[in-house]
């Protein structure tokens, strides 16, 4: 019989980690494949002081995830095991090679004309331009190489928040790109009233931001979290110095950040708004 959730809260919450573990172990036999029971037992380990164990089973976690296509959780994973396991070599570019050949796989599906569609496929190839791969596949991620991809890893920052809190302020300065991890988020605007408005509730794999990391603007809405939330944070400088040594990067952000802001886009194609990276 499974352990139930608050037999293993209790056991923590009295600081018996060891039974904790053990209990959750237990439980993960019967579901090897559990992600949240995973977490949790790197997480009860790293509170019974385990931290190398806890940080080898991040590993296997990010890798198993970056090959399920997850790669935003398996980057949050891989950051965790980091924080634990500082000397832990190799796992990044594990997770940038699984990374870049599930989306060149993806890349090579998503291309394959059907059965009964090759006359057509042969047709329109010769009239329409090939959608971008960037577009078909995971946003951001996609078009790196493993190597360039390693440095992107690298870059990014995994924060928390707890629900409440504020991750963004509106009319303040903002350099940065977000991606929920886990969790979820709320978007308020000021109204005429002077007070706020939500206009949104964003999940996982939501992007926010992009403005604010293009152009240098101030920020265009209130961020709070609404749950527990997990979140991956890119700022300029490391975009600019990663740029100074790979410019595609570089280039492969700008390009997404303008794709979805179309409309600062084209104003910025027009000479009026000012690009910072």
Same mark, same amino acid.
């Given at each position: ?17 060891e ?12 579901r ?20 190398r ?16 296509g ?6 949050a ?14 796992v ?8 870049t ?9 998503q ?29 951001l ?9 390693? =440095?992107l890893? $690298?870059? *990014?920052? %995994?924060?928390?928040y707890?629900?409440g &809190? +504020?991750?963004?302020t509106?009319?303040? !300065?903002?350099d940065?790109?977000?991606?929920i991890v886990?969790?979820?988020?709320r ?8 007070g706020?408005?939500?206009v ?9 931001g ?8 101030r ?7 609404? =749950?527990?939330? $997990?979140l *991956?944070? %890119? ?5 600019? &110095? +990663?740029?100074r040594?790979?410019?595609? !990067?570089?280039?492969?952000i ?12 084209e104003?910025?194609a ?8």
């Open positions: 019989m499974f352990p139930r959730s608050e037999d293993v809260d209790r056991l923590v919450s009295r600081g018996r980690f039974e904790a573990a053990s209990r959750l172990r237990e439980h993960l036999a019967e090897p494949g559990s992600v949240r029971l995973r977490k949790r037992l790197a997480h009860v380990l790293e509170m019974s002081g385990r931290q164990e806890a940080g080898e089973i991040l590993a296997r976690l990010a890798e198993d995830l970056a090959s399920d997850f790669v935003a959780q398996a980057i994973a891989f950051k965790k095991m980091e924080r634990l396991d500082p000397a832990s070599g190799g990044d570019q594990r997770i940038a090679l699984l990374i050949e599930r989306e060149e796989a993806r890349a090579a599906e291309e394959a004309p059907r059965p009964g569609e090759v006359s057509r496929a042969r047709a329109a190839d010769s009239r329409v331009e090939r959608v971008p791969r960037s577009v078909l596949l995971s946003p991620f996609s078009d790196f190489s493993s190597d360039e991809l390693v =440095d890893i $690298e870059g *990014l920052n %995994l924060t928390t707890e629900p &809190e +504020i991750v963004v509106e009319g303040e !300065v903002g940065s790109l977000f991606q886990s969790g979820r988020v978007v308020y605007v000021r109204n005429s009233l002077g706020s408005t939500q949104r509730n964003l999940g996982p794999s939501a992007f926010f992009e403005i604010s990391l293009l152009t240098g603007r920020r265009t809405a209130t961020i709070v979290a609404a =749950d527990t939330s $997990e *991956l944070v %890119l700022d300029r400088e490391t975009v600019l &110095e +990663i740029g040594r790979k410019p595609r !990067v570089q280039e492969v700008r390009q997404f950040c303008v794709a979805r802001t179309r409309a600062d886009a104003r910025a027009e000479g009026r708004l000012e690009l910072v990276i």
